[in-house]
């Protein structure tokens, strides 16, 4: 499974970006789609995470409420739409996906990963 993220940017805080991971290789509805971030000098964390239908979904608690995770299986995209970002937001933003219809906060349960797109959120 190749994927490719894309849209990070800069932006001012109280600002919206959207990000899309464009899959291929795989059947992407028979895919989990996750999104992690990894700001300078800290681990990689959790963000948001898909089902195969899109049916369920699971966010980090700093993200619930200004994020939203969804999925186009007709175009093998998933998406996640950021609202109300803060400086603290800013980090390169890596998608993955995971062959089983587990919605996991763990990254290492992810077969796949993209390279990253980086979101700079300035005050």
């Known amino acids: 499974v190749q994927l490719q993220a894309s849209g990070g940017g800069l932006v001012q805080a109280g600002g919206s970006l959207r990000l899309s991971c464009a899959a291929s290789?795989?059947?992407?509805?028979?895919?989990?789609m996750g999104w992690f971030r990894q700001a300078p000098g800290k681990e990689r964390e959790f963000v948001s995470a898909?089902?195969?239908?899109?049916?369920?979904?699971r966010y980090a608690d700093s993200m619930k409420g200004r994020f939203t995770i969804s999925r186009d299986n007709a175009k093998n995209t998933a998406y996640l739409q950021m609202n109300s970002l803060k400086p603290e937001d800013t980090a390169v933003y890596y998608c993955?996906?995971?062959?089983?219809?587990?919605?996991?906060?763990?990254?290492?349960?992810?077969?796949?990963w993209g390279q990253g797109t980086l979101v700079t959120v300035s005050s």
């Open positions: 898909i089902s195969w239908g899109g049916g369920s979904t």
């Open positions: 993955a996906a995971l062959s089983k219809n587990v919605v996991t906060t763990t990254p290492t349960r992810y077969d796949y």
């Open positions: 290789g795989r059947t992407f509805s028979r895919l989990v």
